[in-house]
């Protein structure tokens, strides 16, 4: 299929939709469409470790292909680098097939930022950061979720990772397959064979389209934001784990609030996985306050969900809209323009926000000088960043 108009695939009627709100939610269903699958299904994921979570994958993948089910899994090599020797070796069958994307030489840090600095090797910053579950093409569940315990805790249930999935259904289907299918054929040498795909069409439908990132290549994530953000007239709703956003992002951002747009951002508070990257995004702060826009930290979890909304339009999918997932990884996200989603949508995002604090303009300039300092170095660690991605360019 042909760029269209600058997107790799197209808008898609008579889609059914349906928001997952955190694992106690998506978890049965994505476990349930794996128990009930009959002939196919594709795991594309990036974070997998082994833990009680990856049992529960693994043995449900098992048990499908010993029906017989064609099992495709691919899986990002640093993303799954805790996923243990024992567990890959209980993926070994006849009916499942792996795949890892862009092999590491080594998972050490420090001899990657040693590639990466001195010997100006950046191949391994090139990561998979997609998440897709695909079964029998006629359910698919995509979002922020990766496999592992972190997303439910099972000591700690309280602690679960505030996160978004969103369950598929419908000719967008289509793209979804045609997706996984291109990246496993430049990956691997042996052919994907599955059955020809039959979607279902649901008269009345909602109108979707997936669109990607594939790093240098193809940012059709970001063209789009731009797009919703320029042409919105009511609200920009915006949540996301990791905010460090690119300079167009930002303007149309600050834009929009200064014409009276309703814009706010739902982002990590203190609990996050990347203290660092929460200190360099709180940079961004001080002028987007400035400008009108509201920012709310979330509070009483890790907030992991990836969710944009402008008046009737919504993405949801792996894209947090930072530079670094624009520049290194590749992505994809489910775009839907409905208006009873959109409500859905909106009335997960206000209640999101009663856990979260609101900073006004004059509390932030309040902040501590120890908080300055954080932001000062994390900014500057963000800088050196910026650097590699310019010198890959020359």
């Known amino acids: ?44 994921m990036y974070l997998v470790e082994s833990g ?43 009916n499942i097939r792996s795949l890892y994307y862009n092999p590491l030489q080594s998972h050490s840090i420090l001899l990657n930022l040693y590639r990466i600095f001195w010997q100006r090797i950046h191949l391994g910053l ?22 592992t315990d972190e997303i439910d805790p099972p000591a700690a249930p309280e602690l679960r990772w505030r996160e978004n999935m969103i369950e598929i259904r419908g000719p967008v289907l289509e793209d979804w397959q045609s997706l996984f299918t291109e990246s496993w054929k430049r990956l691997s040498k042996q052919p994907l064979t599955v059955p020809g795909i039959t979607v279902e069409y649901f008269e009345n439908g909602q109108s979707g389209r997936v669109t990607v990132n594939e790093t240098r290549h193809r940012t059709g ?38 014409n009276g747009i309703d814009v706010r951002l739902l982002l990590p508070g203190p609990v996050t996985d990347n203290p660092g990257v929460r200190y360099a995004s709180r940079r961004y702060y001080e002028r987007l306050l400035k400008s009108g826009v509201r920012i709310y930290e979330y ?24 530079r670094w997932n624009l520049q290194w990884n ?36 309040q902040r501590s000088q120890y908080m300055r300092l954080f932001e000062w170095f994390w ?10 991605r310019h010198r890959r360019h020359k």
């Open 1 to 44: 299929m042909g760029i269209v108009r600058g997107y790799k695939f197209p808008w898609r009627a008579g889609n059914h939709f349906s928001i997952l709100v955190d694992s106690t939610k998506f978890l049965p269903r994505m476990l349930g469409a794996i128990a009930a699958a009959r002939h196919y299904l594709f795991l594309e």
């Open 52 to 94: 009680v979570i990856a049992d529960r994958f693994i043995d449900t993948l098992v048990q499908a292909a010993e029906r017989g089910v064609q099992v495709y899994l691919l899986f990002d090599d640093y993303g799954a680098h805790q996923l243990n020797r024992d567990d890959r070796e209980r993926l070994h069958h006849d």
């Open 126 to 147: 090139y990561r998979n950061h997609r998440k897709l579950l695909l079964v029998d093409g006629r359910v698919a569940f995509s979002g922020g979720a990766g496999i």
């Open 221 to 258: 994530i970001q063209r789009s934001l731009l797009k919703q953000l320029k042409s919105a007239r009511q609200r920009i709703w915006i949540t996301t784990a990791y905010f460090i956003p690119s300079w167009s992002i930002r303007r149309k951002l600050k834009r929009a609030a200064r």
């Open 299 to 322: 509070t009483p979890r890790f907030l992991h969900a990836k969710t944009a909304l402008c008046d009737d339009w919504v993405s949801v999918g792996s894209c947090n809209y930072d």
């Open 330 to 365: 590749l992505e994809a996200n489910q775009e839907i323009n409905n208006h009873e989603l959109a409500v859905t949508v909106a009335g997960i995002f206000e209640n999101d926000i009663l856990d979260a604090i609101e900073y006004s303009r004059d509390e932030w300039q």
């Open 379 to 388: 900014r500057r660690v963000e800088l050196v960043s910026l650097k590699v």
